[in-house]
């Protein structure tokens, strides 16, 4: 089965677009490590988890790109941690910027080096329309759900595949909803 030019196209840039944000994200990362030690910034300044994810259903040509802070907490509730996610959302021809803060509830399975990751969190994105079509407003809810594993002799490094749901929870009439897929990388500094 041949697929269509567009198809090939839209998937081709969505691919281009996650390996240039992923290797600007760790060159970047790399560059600077001898700055952060000589600036000793506290290690939660510094951006933990790169996310890549691409969206389905009527929002197939959306990619989202975004950097994830960890908020380290005492242990309440079960919550592991609180995290502050900014980036964007773009489509082919423009990009909105997000913001979302909301707890992460992590369980280990298994040898403890596999996980899964539940975050729900309110989000705030700066525009609601993409081309026609309209997400309903600019404040959402943003539930997540990842599957993924440690690596690195400290358990520092983790990839996983993470599935998420934004949308207004019917604050208004409009609401699509937004689903994404694709893939985290973190690191832990410090550790």
């Given at each position: 089965m041949k697929l269509p030019n567009t198809f090939r196209s839209k998937r081709l840039h969505g691919v281009l677009f996650s390996a240039v944000m992923l290797s600007y994200t760790l060159g970047g990362i790399n560059a600077h490590a001898k700055e952060i030690d000589r600036l000793s910034l506290p290690m939660t300044m510094l951006p933990t988890e790169v996310r890549v994810l691409t969206g389905t259903g009527e929002f197939s040509d959306l990619r989202m790109a975004a950097f994830a802070y960890r908020i380290p907490l005492s242990r309440r509730f079960g919550i592991d941690?609180?995290?502050?996610?900014?980036?964007?959302i773009s489509d082919d021809h423009k990009g909105r910027l997000f913001a979302s803060l909301g707890p992460v509830w992590q369980l280990p399975i298994g040898d403890g080096r596999t996980f899964a990751e539940f975050s729900f969190s309110p989000t705030i994105i700066g525009g609601s329309t993409f081309g026609d079509r309209?997400?309903?407003g600019n404040f959402h809810f943003t539930s997540s759900l990842a599957f993924g594993t440690t690596m690195g002799a400290q358990d520092n490094f983790a990839v996983s595949l993470r599935a998420q749901h934004t949308s207004n929870g019917r604050i208004r009439n409009d609401n699509p909803g937004l689903d994404l897929f694709g893939l985290n990388f973190s690191y832990q500094f410090g550790q």
């Amino acid at each position: 089965m041949k697929l269509p030019n567009t198809f090939r196209s839209k998937r081709l840039h969505g691919v281009l677009f996650s390996a240039v944000m992923l290797s600007y994200t760790l060159g970047g990362i790399n560059a600077h490590a001898k700055e952060i030690d000589r600036l000793s910034l506290p290690m939660t300044m510094l951006p933990t988890e790169v996310r890549v994810l691409t969206g389905t259903g009527e929002f197939s040509d959306l990619r989202m790109a975004a950097f994830a802070y960890r908020i380290p907490l005492s242990r309440r509730f079960g919550i592991d941690r609180f995290e502050l996610a900014s980036g964007v959302i773009s489509d082919d021809h423009k990009g909105r910027l997000f913001a979302s803060l909301g707890p992460v509830w992590q369980l280990p399975i298994g040898d403890g080096r596999t996980f899964a990751e539940f975050s729900f969190s309110p989000t705030i994105i700066g525009g609601s329309t993409f081309g026609d079509r309209d997400l309903g407003g600019n404040f959402h809810f943003t539930s997540s759900l990842a599957f993924g594993t440690t690596m690195g002799a400290q358990d520092n490094f983790a990839v996983s595949l993470r599935a998420q749901h934004t949308s207004n929870g019917r604050i208004r009439n409009d609401n699509p909803g937004l689903d994404l897929f694709g893939l985290n990388f973190s690191y832990q500094f410090g550790q």
